[in-house]
């Protein structure tokens, strides 16, 4: 049976989940926005749904806007604060490691005038604040943070960086708590956003379902127009099962939190201390303030492409980084960012758990991965052999 160790790129969908879902995509499939009473019925499990979400990250039902996942929230943020707040300046700031939903989006925006300044980040991919400080301008309008890095896991120092730009402007911030969400306490009044990403498939929910967290005084464009669904802020039919699935999948996620958490952070340092003991595998990311599931590895002198194939068939289902660049030749732009020259990026291994990663799972999967690894050296090494020039006698 296959050992998932790739829970940072999708989790399966939890029973639990699906059973409270099961209805809307059955007998309960009417449409919420019609009268009668099926769509009084899946209008109630909206609004119930914006209710179940927004208490288990700390803001209001009104404040939550559901999308299409975590991507379309980021646009939604992204593109809705720069486009409202082009009368009062065009800069954005954000970091050099931030997912390419953010990224890419923020290139789109440099097309229509905006200037946009990556912060660096340093070796273990967290941002010094004096580089937040230094950049500030008047012209700031947005400034874009990740909760915690989705390829190395390093959780950001966002208390003072947010102080820094509240000190500084009136500029609006904006939180990609997608992955973070899923293994951290979330609360968006304490954290003083006012624009948090967040979505369902990272803890055990649908995939296909994320939402936007606005704080209620701020202001955004929508980027989907036609009917009045989220308070004419997202238009198009609502997924209801998918909010139903992710209202259910966040409370279940925040009500076990406590107790699940440790024990993850547990078998991942007992996975971690079983391949740091093999040699030429190096750490990425802070040893300390990173998310508990995730274990980001440099198993130099191996492309981490190969490793996670051969791992594959070896049934172990794991990545080389996001899975939203997996099958780039490019290498991971957040190791890059790091200091790691790009043919140590390229030899990167990400493994992360889940809820139900077992002990058992943890050591036949270091085990395995311990014997994949020497294989491919001995392959490749080999290979390097058979390369050499012959050397003709004289």
């Known amino acids: 049976m296959t050992i998932y160790l790739d829970h940072a790129a999708s989790t399966p969908l939890r029973a639990e989940v699906l059973e409270q879902m099961l209805p809307y995509l059955t007998s309960e499939g009417a449409n919420p926005s019609s009268p009668h009473a099926p769509g009084r019925r899946a209008r109630k499990a909206m609004d119930e749904s914006h209710e179940r979400v ?5 803001g209001q039902p009104r404040e939550l806007v559901f999308t299409s996942g975590g991507t379309e929230a980021i646009n939604l943020a992204l593109k809705g604060a720069a486009w409202a707040g082009k009368a009062r300046g065009h800069r954005i700031i954000t970091t050099a490691v931030e997912h390419k939903a953010v990224l890419e989006t923020c290139l789109m925006l440099e097309k229509f005038g905006f200037e946009v300044t990556l912060l660096p980040v340093d070796r273990y991919g967290q941002v010094d604040p004096d580089e937040l400080t230094a950049a500030m301008t008047d012209k700031v309008i947005l400034v874009s943070l990740q909760l915690a890095n989705n390829e190395v896991g390093t959780i950001q120092a966002l208390g003072p960086m947010i ?53 209620r005084s701020k202001a955004i464009l929508p980027q989907l127009h036609g009917g009045s669904q989220e308070r004419y802020r997202r238009a198009g039919t609502e997924n209801v099962a998918g909010a139903v699935g992710m209202a259910a999948a966040f409370e279940l996620a925040a009500l076990e939190r ?6 993850l952070a547990q078998r991942r340092d007992r996975l971690a201390a079983a391949l740091l003991a093999l040699d030429g595998v190096e750490l990425t990311g802070h040893a300390t303030e990173r998310l508990p599931g995730l ?31 997996t099958g780039s030749f490019e290498p991971s732009h957040v190791l890059t960012a790091m200091g790691y020259p790009p043919v ?19 050591d036949s999967a270091a085990e395995r991965i311990a014997s994949t690894v020497g294989r491919l050296r001995t392959g490749l090494a080999h290979m390097q052999r058979s390369a050499r020039p012959m050397q003709v006698p004289t």
């Open 344 to 362: 140590e990026a390229r030899c990167s291994l990400r493994l992360s758990l889940g809820r139900q990663t077992s002990d058992t799972e943890i």
């Open 54 to 58: 927004a208490a288990t990250i700390g």
């Open 295 to 325: 274990l980001s590895l440099i198993v130099h002198e191996v492309p981490g492409d190969d490793l996670v194939i051969a791992l594959d068939l070896d049934d172990i289902a794991c990545s080389t980084g996001s899975a939203c660049t």
């Open 163 to 215: 102080d820094r730009v509240r000190a500084q402007s009136d500029a609006l911030i904006h939180l990609d708590a997608v992955q973070g969400a899923a293994y951290l306490p979330l609360d968006v009044t304490l954290l003083d956003a006012d624009l948090v990403s967040i979505a369902a498939h990272k803890v055990e929910g649908p995939k296909g379902v994320g939402a936007l967290w606005i704080r």
């Open 258 to 263: 406590a107790e699940v958490m440790p024990a």
